[in-house]
């Protein structure tokens, strides 16, 4: 089991910025992928951006060159700093984790950006 927590949400206007932190505990394989996703009201979860244990980042297309994901190996925590932040950029977003012993999600956290 892998134990995800976020923090970092809240209420930004358009053009500000947020940081997201992700903070995992438990049985963490090293071999493994973190990421973030968000998801809007009936709708699927999105990737927004992934990382590889030791590898590089990847990114949706809609937040290439505005969020930056990170990762602090030592202490099992994943980051998503987001920049020019847009009203569709307002969702809940989830810290996500695949490792050998299956996926886990954190409970989300809700990002809004008004106009």
């Known amino acids: 089991q892998v134990h995800l927590v976020e923090s970092g949400g809240g209420l930004v206007q358009a053009g500000g910025s947020l940081n997201l932190s992700c903070v995992a505990s438990?049985?963490?394989?090293?071999?493994?992928?973190m990421g973030w996703f968000r998801q809007y009201p009936g709708q699927e979860r999105e990737a927004v951006a992934r990382?590889?244990?030791?590898?590089?980042?990847t990114y949706a297309d809609s937040v290439k060159g505005r969020f930056t994901i990170s990762r602090d190996y030592a202490r099992n925590m994943l980051y998503l700093q987001m920049n020019g932040l847009k009203p569709n950029d307002t969702a809940v977003y989830y810290c996500?984790?695949?490792?050998?012993?299956?996926?886990?999600w954190g409970q989300g956290t809700q990002v809004t950006v008004s106009s």
């Open positions: 438990g049985s963490i394989s090293s071999i493994n992928i």
């Open positions: 996500a984790f695949f490792g050998i012993g299956g996926t886990f």
């Open positions: 990382i590889i244990s030791g590898g590089p980042p």
